[in-house]
């Protein structure tokens, strides 16, 4: 979940990347990855298992 600020994240298997906003969320399947990538400002976010 992204608390604050925006980034743009690519999850493994996936061509492109997408941007998430405070308020938004992804998920990426277990023994994966993903890129993130963020511009100026902070970006804060919550990594969730289970």
């Known amino acids: ?7 743009s ?3 493994a298997g996936e061509s492109a990347f ?6 938004s969320s992804f998920k990426v399947a277990g023994n994966s990855s993903f890129e993130i990538r963020t511009g100026a400002e902070a970006v ?3 990594c969730s298992f289970g």
């Open 18 to 23: 997408k941007t998430y906003a405070a308020g």
């Open 9 to 11: 994240v690519k999850v």
């Open 44 to 46: 804060d976010y919550v």
């Open 1 to 7: 979940e992204i608390t604050c600020g925006e980034c």
